[in-house]
Nanobody
C-alpha cells in the first residue's frame, strides 16, 4: 500500500511563492514517475509537473519557468516549488504515485489547497 501526504499549501499573494511537499511511504515506492496535479473549482484535474522515469522533468505550459518539481532533501519526499504565483494557480494540489506493478489507477494524496490572491 502506498501512502502520500501533502503539506505546504496555503494562501499567497500574486507574485509570491509556496513550496509543497509530498511524503511517500509504502513498499516498492519510487519518486520516478511521480507528479503533481491540481484541480480548480469547476475544472478537471490537470497535470502540473512530473518526474519521468529517465530522470527528466515535465511541466505543463502554464507553469513552465515558474514551478520546479524536485526530490526533497528527506528520503522519499517530492516537492513542488511554486514561484511567481498567479491567481489562476489557485487549486487543490495533489501528489500522485503511479501503480507499483501492472495497471491500475495509481495512488493519490489527500490534496492541499493553494489560494493565490491579488
Amino acid at each position: 500500500q502506498v501512502q502520500l501526504v501533502e503539506s505546504g499549501g496555503g494562501l499567497a499573494q500574486v507574485g509570491g511563492s509556496l513550496k509543497l511537499s509530498c511524503a511517500v511511504s509504502g513498499s516498492l515506492v519510487s519518486l520516478d514517475g511521480m507528479g503533481w496535479y491540481r484541480q480548480a473549482t469547476g475544472k478537471q484535474r490537470e497535470l502540473v509537473a512530473r518526474l519521468t522515469s529517465d530522470g527528466n522533468r515535465h511541466y505543463t505550459n502554464s507553469v513552465r519557468g515558474r514551478f520546479t518539481i524536485s526530490r526533497g532533501d528527506t528520503e522519499n519526499t517530492l516537492t513542488l516549488q511554486m514561484n511567481s504565483l498567479k491567481s489562476e494557480d489557485t487549486a487543490v494540489y495533489y501528489c500522485y504515485h503511479p501503480p507499483i506493478v501492472g495497471g491500475g489507477p495509481g495512488y493519490w494524496g489527500q490534496g492541499t489547497q493553494v489560494t493565490v490572491s491579488s
